[in-house]
């Protein structure tokens, strides 16, 4: 059974770097592709990108200036990196696996971390 | 960006109650649309992907229909678990756009 693990610092100042790493266990990392997707508190669901097992990239253009998803495939990790945040980050974020032939349904997702941003 | 819509926003339902819920895309999608279910403080579940297939272990009282522009999701006979927020995914093209949610709560 797959399980996607994640973490992170969960609070933030203004201007920082938002970074959280999510683990994969119980499964190929390869043939798939690894998103990161956003949920502001009381909002819906922002896909944030995605990362497939060779490292190519796709960005959420609102998001692409600021965001690095990368992988290491030595570990079964992804990570998310978004600079200078500020309070509309603040949000939960979530990992999944996307299925390319689903097509690109994200069928196991992490637990989710909570992110705030506050000076 | 493909735009997503949903209606209605929300719906009250009593157990048992057969419910639809519609989703439009801003432009043709083919069959490239996913539904999910998320209950609060939980990360989404995906019901259905490809417009129409079931997930493995959903239940067979949610099915999927549509293709191009609009599309809905049915559940036939609304039980206690499924009060919950349902939001439609576009992955046609990046970025891989969900509606707003349609919350589903207790008559």
């Known amino acids: 059974q797959v399980q996607l693990q994640q973490w992170g610092a969960g609070l933030l100042k203004p201007s920082e770097t938002l970074s959280l790493t999510c683990a994969v266990y119980?499964?190929?990392?390869?043939?798939?592709?690894w998103s990161w997707i956003r949920q502001p508190p009381g909002k819906g669901l922002e896909w944030i990108g995605e990362i497939n097992h060779s490292g190519s990239t796709n960005y959420n253009p609102s998001l692409k200036s600021r965001v690095t998803i990368s992988v290491d495939t030595s570990k079964n990790q992804f990570s998310l990196k978004l600079t200078s945040v500020t309070a509309t980050d603040t949000a939960v974020y979530y990992c999944?696996?996307?299925?390319?032939?689903?097509?690109?349904?994200?069928?196991?997702w992490g637990q989710g971390t909570t992110v705030t941003v506050s000076s | 960006d493909i735009q997503m819509t949903q209606s209605p926003s929300s719906l009250s339902a009593s157990v048992g109650d057969r419910v639809a819920i519609t989703c439009r895309a801003s432009q043709s999608i083919s069959s490239y649309l996913n539904w999910y279910q998320q209950k609060p403080g939980k990360a989404p579940k995906l019901l259905i992907y490809a417009a129409s297939t079931l997930q493995s272990g959903v239940p067979s009282r949610f099915t999927g229909s549509g293709s191009g522009t609009d599309f809905t999701l049915t559940i036939s006979s609304l039980q206690p678990e499924d009060f919950a927020t349902y939001y439609c995914q576009q992955s046609y093209s990046t970025p891989r756009t969900f509606g707003p949610g349609t919350k589903v709560d207790i008559k």
């Open positions: 999944a696996r996307s299925i390319p032939a689903a097509p690109y349904g994200m069928d196991v």
């Open positions: 119980g499964g190929s990392f390869s043939g798939y592709s």
